[in-house]
């Protein structure tokens, strides 16, 4: 065997090596932006040993009982307002590893250009989940719309609203449907990640739009258990890397803000 080929098959065994060692680490995740952005890391820590499993998921249920039932590691998909009302609602125990970016949350609509223009009992849909129905609501009264009792509240419902003028009527729905439906009502209060799948602009078609202070920082999310693990923290630092703040600004240029 010549010199070449002797090096060829050093580094076909090295390269096999590398990946019978290397520790697999699976990730539940909406599929825009989070499978992206994990998509984008996977060369990276490939080469320091973590081989990322990338799992799609299209709702907000799964990806949070599939880490608790130890059938994936880690997910990627929730703020921490969701984690915290999931673990007291479910009884889980799942933990924050690190932030990573904020989806500013917006309110779309087919029938109008500007919520001056909702008429009196227009129907507006909001996500039926606590928190983000709550954001929702938060982000109306911002916009003038309605009042609610406690004007910070973040899981508060419609029953919540003090004084509504206008006597918009509320349709609190799975949140990834909300842009399928848009065209049957007036407004709807919209999960970025779910806007964006749609093809929805959030600069561009959002009516309003939460600002960049918005609390709402997505999550990797993980268990007590393997949270401290050397893959995760690889993870965790690689969705942290200036080249994943990068991507994040080139792909979605504001859609999508890093939290970092």
Not at 101 to 114: C, L, M, Q, R, T
Not at 125 to 130: E, G, K, R, T, Y
Not at 167 to 188: C, M, S
């Amino acid at each position: 065997m010549n010199l070449k080929k002797s090096l060829a098959a050093l580094a076909a065994a090295a390269t096999v090596s590398v990946a019978a060692f290397a520790e697999e680490l699976s990730v539940a995740a909406t599929p825009v932006p989070h499978a992206e952005i994990l998509e984008f890391v996977k060369p990276a820590l490939a080469e320091q040993g973590v081989e990322l499993d990338v799992k799609v998921f299209t709702d907000y249920i799964q990806p949070n009982i599939q880490v608790d039932q130890k059938r994936m590691d880690a997910n990627f998909f929730q703020h921490q307002p969701y984690l915290d009302e999931f673990n007291a609602g479910r009884g889980t125990n799942l933990v924050t590893v690190t932030g990573v970016h904020v989806e500013p949350f917006g309110a779309y609509s087919s029938k109008i250009d500007s919520l001056e223009d909702l008429e009196d009992g227009a129907v507006v849909a909001i996500p039926n989940d606590p928190t983000n129905g709550g954001r929702a609501l938060l982000l109306l009264q911002k916009a003038g719309l309605i009042t609610l009792e406690d004007a910070s509240k973040i899981t508060a419902t419609p029953r919540d609203i003090a004084d509504n003028p206008k006597g918009l009527d509320f349709k609190e729905l799975e949140a990834a449907t909300l842009p399928r439906i848009l065209n049957q009502v007036d407004v709807a209060l919209i999960n970025t990640n779910y806007a964006l799948e749609a093809g929805l602009n959030p600069t561009e078609d959002a009516l309003v739009i939460e600002g960049s202070d918005s609390p709402y920082v997505n999550i990797l999310v993980a268990r007590p258990d393997n949270k401290d693990s050397e893959a995760m923290k690889k993870l965790a630092a690689a969705l942290k890397s200036d080249e994943v703040k990068a991507f994040i600004m080139d792909s979605y240029e504001g859609a999508v803000v890093p939290a970092f």
